[in-house]
């Protein structure tokens, strides 16, 4: 989820051959690498792993080429947007371990509180995280849908 922006502000600098070309290598390599492991460890997991952390290092590359190219500001972005995504990240996963705890077995109940409570937590971090333009943007946004309700 955090590659794409980056991708986009790479397009818009004009100078991609670097990232893409080396970016999907990092990518591909993810190929070669399940191979081998799957040789000598026969674990249906391991190919996941291997390009969770292929990604991983695509996305720190693609960090590396974008700060370098727009000169942007690690410690700022990492504030900005990664922070609060690892802090809606986390808070979803909790809700969703709590709700999955709580309520046993396979059932259409299960499901419902995992999608309205994931559903209303998502929603509130949205809000809460948000700069203040950004809400301002969902407050009107939100007031445009109801209004049209209304209609």
Known sequence: VLIAPLSSAANATGNIKGFELYGRLITLSSLPFSFLLLMQWRNPYIPMIVLFCCDACYWLYCLRDIIIQLRLKFWEYTKVVIIPC???STIITIVTGCIMTLVTGSSVLRFL?????????????????????????YSSSVQSIIHKFKK
């Not at 509180?113 to 943007?137: A, D, F, H, Q, W």
């Open 86 to 88: 690892l802090a809606v």
């Open 113 to 137: 509180l995992l999608l309205i409570g994931n559903t209303i937590v998502g929603v509130i971090c949205l809000y809460l995280l948000s700069s203040p333009e950004e809400r301002k943007y």
